[in-house]
T-cell receptor, first 113, second 113 residues
């Protein structure tokens, strides 16, 4: 079936190291992807997005990479900080799906001081 | 500029009862979407409202219904509550089209006993 999933449920990194969170999607019609950060007791917070006509996009300390050949998406966080500890979701939107986002199951990022 | 606000923050209901959850969208956003997030999972799309009409629906039964008001605020109603309806219910507002960005509220935690 069509799905957006994540490879690892939990990722533990040392403060200051770089973090890489991965996501696989199965629908080749997916053309817009978003990474969200969700802290305990809060709703998902937009981090960065990428359209399918791009393979890389950079923000402040974050980079999203898109490999359409293998239907893989990754979020890289540079110099991970304790405030980055949260659950990270990738989400997919398709051109004909209106506002509907399909979320993966999430990866919990734990930053060790 | 205010964000998305949801009420109540927590709610406990008995199986078989009905519940109404409320959402005020971010200023200028005329599209509201509702998501259900079970514990440890990613959000799942319930439906979206635009111009006071349902404009897209996920795989949820008819006992999940909604309303959108002229001021773009919205309600989610769930009838005949089941234990599996226990979840965090998230409201997200946007301009038409998810590619313009969603803003999520912090959600309503519903517990059905």
């Amino acid at each position: 079936g069509e799905s957006v999933g994540l490879h690892l449920p939990t990722l533990s990194v040392q403060e200051g190291d770089n973090s890489i969170i991965n996501c696989a999607y199965s629908n080749s019609a997916s053309d817009y992807f978003i990474w969200y950060k969700q802290e305990s007791g809060k709703g998902p917070q937009f981090i960065i997005d990428i359209r399918s006509n791009m393979d890389k996009r950079q923000g402040q300390r974050v980079t999203v990479l898109l490999n359409k050949t293998v239907k893989h998406l990754s979020l890289q966080i540079a110099a991970t900080q304790p405030g980055d500890s949260a659950v990270y979701f990738c989400a997919e939107n398709r051109q004909n799906a209106g506002n509907m986002l399909t979320f993966g199951g999430g990866t919990r990022l734990m930053v060790k001081p | 500029e205010t964000g998305v606000t949801q009420s109540p923050t927590h709610l406990i209901k008995t199986r078989g009862q009905q519940v109404t959850l409320r959402c005020s969208s971010q200023s200028g956003h005329n599209t509201v979407s509702w998501y259900q997030q079970a514990l440890g999972q990613g959000p799942q799309f319930i439906f979206q409202y635009y111009r006071e009409e349902e404009n897209g629906r996920g795989n949820f039964p008819p006992r999940f219904s909604g309303l959108q008001f002229p001021n773009y605020s919205s309600e989610l109603n769930v009838n005949a509550l089941e234990l599996d309806d226990s979840a965090l219910y998230l409201c997200a507002s946007s301009l038409p089209g998810a590619r313009y960005g969603y803003t999520f509220g912090s959600g309503t935690r519903l517990t059905v006993v």
